[in-house]
């Protein structure tokens, strides 16, 4: 039983295109994260998400949008994909903002725009 | 600005031998710092953390020391196993939740 997951572990698209990368979390957890690891696999995090409530907004361009129908799924939503957008995409959730013990990351999404 | 930085990007070391991966960081507004392993293909893995207000924790094989006074962590490995071949990161935890990143040490480990 997989504890995070996401959708679709590859994604290669054309730039300009539209894409969208889906995160589910069976932990029970109230707190979810997207993070970009770059090709020198820096990570850098992108949004979190509280019991559906937008906690962190880095400076990431407004193409990227996430959606949190429930506290149990995070998706991230690229408007006019961009070779720039290349990376790995890493969903994460915790418990809370509180310990760091449970916070666990999908195997994530290798984006390749051409 | 925020920044977690580690030394080396590769370490190499022999089968059996203790290994030592060491991390500087610059913020000081953290409650956790953590240590993640991250396997080819995989989401890194939480290893072990300290809370802000402790200088050393140990688990299994695995022992983490932080020194506040000059912003160092490091995470010593006993008796390294072929299976422990990773990029290792540091992260420190903001009370936000957000983890800050450092850039990742290559671990070898030759048999």
């Known amino acids: 039983d997989t504890a995070v997951s996401q959708t679709p572990k590859y994604l290669v698209t054309q730039m300009g295109n539209d894409k969208s990368i889906k995160c589910e979390q069976n932990l029970g957890h109230d707190t979810m994260y997207w993070y970009k690891q770059d090709s020198k696999k820096f990570l850098k995090i992108m949004f979190s998400y509280n019991n559906k409530e937008l906690i962190i907004n880095e400076t990431v361009p407004n193409r990227f949008s996430p959606k949190s129908p429930d506290k149990a799924h995070l998706n991230l939503h690229i408007n006019s994909l961009e070779l720039g957008d290349s990376a790995v995409y890493f969903c994460a959730s915790s418990q809370d903002l509180g310990s760091p013990v449970g916070y666990t990351f999908g195997s994530g999404t290798r984006l390749t725009v051409v | 600005g925020e920044s977690v930085g580690l030394h080396l990007p590769t370490l190499s070391v022999q089968e059996g031998d203790n290994s030592i991966i060491n991390c500087a960081y610059s913020?000081?507004?953290?409650?956790?710092f953590i240590w993640y392993k991250q396997e080819s293909g995989k989401g890194p893995q939480f290893i072990i953390d300290i809370r802000s207000n402790m200088d050393k924790r140990q688990g299994q094989r695995v022992t983490v020391l932080l020194n506040k006074t000059v912003k160092h962590l490091s995470l010593q490995i006993a008796a390294t196993q072929p299976g422990d071949s990773a990029v290792y990161f540091c992260a420190e935890k903001l009370y936000t939740g957000k983890l800050i990143f450092g850039q990742g040490t290559t671990l070898q480990v030759k048999p």
């Open positions: 913020n000081s507004a953290s409650d956790y």
